[in-house]
């Protein structure tokens, strides 16, 4: 079982940037390839990055494309989501999430999942 923990949410003004942390519990971490996602107010949780577990691999969904990019520290069982640019449209709860085998941007083949946190863009 792996256990996910998000953080560096916050409050940023429009244009600002955040740096989001998910930090495993489990030494095979390496293994997972580690997608984001976010939940916006009334809407569904959507896709918004993914990296593959040996870091070689990433996608991005076009709302963020050129504008956040994932990385990953195996040697700290963490990946990072650095966000630049931030809109207002991007507020949201954000989750990290693993996955074995190929790189996916479909929350159905994610098997663990962290609590979230908030990420709120100020206009």
């Known amino acids: 079982q792996v256990q996910l923990v998000e953080s560096g949410g916050g409050l940023v003004q429009a244009g600002g940037s955040l740096r989001l942390s998910c930090a495993a519990s489990e030494r095979t971490f390496s293994r997972y390839n580690i997608g984001w996602f976010r939940r916006a107010p009334g809407k569904e949780r959507e896709f918004v990055a993914v990296?593959?577990?040996?870091?070689?691999?990433?996608a991005y969904a076009e709302s963020v494309k050129g504008r956040f990019t994932a990385s990953r520290d195996n040697a700290k069982n963490t990946v990072y989501l650095q966000m630049n640019s931030l809109k207002p449209e991007d507020t949201a709860v954000y989750y990290c999430?693993?996955?074995?085998?190929?790189?996916?941007?479909?929350?159905?083949?994610?098997?663990?999942w962290g609590q979230g946190t908030q990420v709120t863009v100020s206009s």
């Open positions: 990296i593959s577990w040996i870091g070689g691999t990433s």
């Open positions: 999430a693993a996955s074995m085998g190929p790189v996916r941007d479909s929350e159905r083949r994610y098997d663990y």
